[in-house]
């Protein structure tokens, strides 16, 4: 097997590839559509956590970002973004980099509950644009959208001088359960529904012009237009990854990335291919396919333009810290095992890619050059 | 509630503290069952992946270690460390560290198959210690222990100059899946008698002196002698983990390891709390307890002398990429939350230690002192 781009020697270990081609393809797409519809397009950059991907969103008009930490806020504001948001619910442990934050860029926060608007009502010492958090059903964190809770909250909100209430959001994280685009898009109506009569009640209550957000990539992948929203905030599409093919949110051409795994043993006795690439890489997201299999991973070839389709019935049947263990079908065992060695690399797809990311902390394009991300909290010391 | 240990008001996000005395009472006493049966003591330090940390070990007169990857190896190396085992099946793909490591220490590869010994024994330049991975059972890595591959191996190995056989090493997980000592006692016993067995049978061939080495922290455990075998290379035991108590390697007084996490919301209404703690921080590793809950970690309040032991009935029911949620029965959930308000720390004993470690890449140990680790591949720029 012929393998050819320049640096598939220079591979050593377990190793991120980037198609950017891929992942600018996905940004067009999505910015696109959210101008159709007009809203605004907020990508989440805890996907990519990357100040030199950040800029691809740049090109295409986008100047509103989202992220879900402090640290992560700072990190781009540091490369120069200036409206950004951080969705999780506001941790009143880390005021004081809030308030450094929001004395230099458009800041918003995320509040669902009185004891942190309390907090931040007397510890807050720049202004700052609060939404209100809203669980529409996938019971994470949130105000219930139904609740008293929700009322009471934006009164007490709008008491403090430095809050701007801004609107109402949500992560409907339920859409991840779905496994086809018309579950994806019943999902996104309830909670688009819901989203409403929370903001309509508001409206009783004196509240105008508030705005609401959602976020998740399977619901803002198959919808054409977003209606009754005005802002949208999805970010794993800027990769995908296995798991959106198998919700149904994308094709397997439209995955970006791809960990190349050096194979280190091949076992026909048990259809078996062992790879550098276990926990600490791929991290230990799972999922039960359609097919039924648990998987860790799709595989597929790494080739001259980048990798190939997801072979079928081959994949990552189970992870350890550092080992991969690939299963295959039998046919497709002795297919794969014509091409594959001891010493070539083998490609995941990978079931999770934000955690991935997060995880490998780097890319490499496949043109051969390395993209960084965001430092680890623990080794920039900023645990103190 | 009275929190007192000196820097809990300077803990802001998920941080991983470790008990000292505890970890270093779990080291001696590893270290002590060893010398009582006469075998070598050859942590794995893919745990704790920390230099200082090391150092404890060296206190009670460790010298050799076991590392995961050739990155960890050059990262010890450079602590001091002379006698190193990768305990890894060699990947060739990494020849150029691994032939200036072997010119530097005393280097220890894992072999396991014929297109490896091959490579290793064209391209190595400095002698290195070679052990067979053998297949006891587990199913990963390895080469079966009653098969005719053990013995081409061998021959093949002894044949290249630089390569002296060393021994058959195992790490058996499969005492992963026992819930009590009598199940880990079996297991390993039978892990044992299949290592002998190998070995005998290798003796026949002519090849005599040959060590066993094994590994897996639940036998390591609750054994109280290691009769047949010459080396044993636990990692998790310096941390120990919910896992590991589980299992019944440990109770939940040794786990030396807890992570910190801000509470940022609490609700009533479905007894959840809310942390600023999730799979960037835990891992996804989750396990099924023995009451039939799916848990990613126990739950434990942070006090003066450290942390609770676990609260019955609160467990972390689901993790995204930045939450933790915390589950707990009714009565639990009253009890906990007189105490807990938002804005305070929750501890969480993480299923999987190592993982945990690799995610925060840091130590605060009880007097408030930072520890670090070594490094991401993706940070050093290690992937070039």
């Not at 950059?45 to 100040?51: D, G, L």
């Not at 795994?261 to 091949?266: A, F, L, R, T």
């Not at 014509?338 to 394009?365: F, M, N, Q, W």
């Given at each position: ?48 956590q ?12 986008v100047?509103a ?30 005021i ?42 996938y ?78 990539t ?13 802002e ?8 995908y ?40 890489h ?14 860790f ?12 389709a ?13 080992h ?42 496949l ?18």
């Amino acid at each position: 097997m012929a393998f050819s781009f320049g640096f598939y020697n220079d591979i050593h270990t377990p190793t991120l590839l980037l198609d950017v081609s891929c992942a600018q393809r996905n940004i067009a797409s999505m910015a696109e559509k959210a101008q159709k519809s007009g809203v605004r397009f907020r990508p989440h950059f805890k996907t990519h956590q990357s100040a030199a991907i950040g800029e691809w969103f740049r090109e295409v008009g986008v100047d509103a970002i989202t992220v879900s930490s402090v640290e992560m806020a700072r990190y781009f504001a540091a490369h120069d973004w200036k409206d950004i948001l951080i969705a999780f619910p506001a941790n009143v442990r880390e005021i004081d980099k809030i308030n450094k934050l929001a004395q230099r860029v458009h800041l918003h926060l995320l509040v669902e509950n009185a004891t942190t608007a309390a907090y931040l009502a007397e510890h807050l010492v720049a202004p700052v644009d609060v939404w209100i958090e809203v669980d529409t059903g996938y019971r994470r964190s949130g105000v219930q959208w139904d609740g008293a809770e929700l009322t009471t909250l934006a009164q007490q909100i709008d008491e403090c001088e430095r809050m701007k209430l801004r609107g109402l959001l949500t992560h409907d994280g339920g859409t991840y359960a779905a496994r086809s685009k018309e579950q994806i898009v019943d999902a996104y109506t309830l909670t688009a529904q819901r989203l409403a009569a929370a903001r309509r009640r508001l409206q009783s209550y004196g509240f105008e012009h508030l705005e609401v957000s959602v976020g998740d990539t399977p619901a803002c992948s198959v919808l054409e237009r977003f209606d009754a929203v005005d802002e949208i905030r999805p970010g794993n599409f800027v990769f995908y990854d296995w798991m959106q093919v198998e919700i149904g949110a994308c094709t397997p051409e439209e995955v970006a990335v791809v960990v190349a795994c050096p194979v280190v043993s091949i076992h026909p006795e048990r259809n078996d291919i062992i790879l550098y690439g276990g926990a600490v890489h791929l991290s230990k997201e799972s999922l039960v396919q359609r097919d039924g299999r648990l998987t860790f991973g799709a595989v597929a070839l790494i080739e001259r333009e980048g990798w190939s389709a997801p072979l079928p019935d081959v994949w990552v049947r189970s992870l350890s810290q550092e080992h991969g263990v690939v299963h295959a079908e039998k046919a497709a065992f002795a297919a794969l095992t014509e091409h594959i060695r001891v010493g070539d690399l083998l490609g995941v797809i990978p079931v999770h890619s934000c955690l991935t990311a997060d995880l490998l902390k780097a890319y490499r394009t496949l043109d051969g050059e390395r993209l960084t991300m965001a430092p680890s909290p623990g080794e920039t010391g900023s645990l103190k």
